[in-house]
């Protein structure tokens, strides 16, 4: 399969130099649409024409570069599936053996032991994560100033033409979030306690 991979490789490549190309193309059409407009300016029609007909050239020329880009694309993607595929039948291949071999050296009785030990520690992780990631959540909230986050907002919806008028009274926010806080910070807690009296 190296060979594929390096077909790969340079089908890629070649996609990415034309669309480098059709860039290059595009920078030269506007170079000629300015010489055509200078032309015009000092009168004189028949060479703002041929840059004209030079402008013409490049767009096309980078619209043709664009398209082929696309062709090779495609191509590239499908020798992709392949080089994939060809990928995962071997893991599959390597995964059927392992299997096998440890269907023959183990027993149900350890297999199901071991998936219950692992569910166990993963519900644990689950808790630990959820702890952290509220305590990291709530300390983020108290951290961050608020006067400078309604400013920001007030500063975007301005820039945007829109009326913002999502004040909320200042005495209820740090309250009500600080409960919330503190009940699921109760809850989690019990949780995690009653994991560890379980292991």
């Known amino acids: 399969m190296p060979s594929m991979e390096k077909n790969l490789f340079n089908l890629k ?3 990415k130099e034309l669309q480098r190309n059709s860039k290059k193309c595009d920078k030269e059409e506007k170079l000629e649409k300015a010489k055509v407009k200078k032309a015009i300016q000092k009168g004189n029609m028949e060479v703002a ?18 398209r082929m880009s696309a062709r090779v694309d495609a191509v590239a993607a499908r020798v992709q599936t392949a080089v994939t595929m060809n990928q995962v039948t071997k893991s599959m291949a390597g995964v ?3 299997m096998d071999a440890t269907l023959k050296s183990m027993n149900l009785e350890k297999i199901s032991a071991l998936m219950d030990k692992f569910e166990h520690q993963f519900e644990t992780l689950d808790v630990q994560t ?6 990291m959540s709530s300390t983020t909230t108290l951290t961050t100033p608020q006067n400078q986050v309604e400013s920001l907002l007030h500063e975007m919806a301005d ?12 005495g209820q926010t740090g309250s009500v979030g600080t409960s919330v806080a503190s009940a699921e910070q109760d809850e989690l807690s019990q949780r995690l306690a009653k994991l560890r009296d379980q292991m």
């Open 13 to 15: 490549f070649a996609a």
């Open 96 to 98: 059927v053996k392992g």
């Open 130 to 135: 959820a702890q952290m990631e509220d305590t």
């Open 159 to 170: 820039e945007a033409g829109l009326d913002l008028n999502m004040e909320l009274p200042q």
């Open 49 to 66: 024409r041929i840059h004209a007909e030079n402008a013409i050239r490049q767009k096309n020329q980078s619209v043709n570069f664009l």
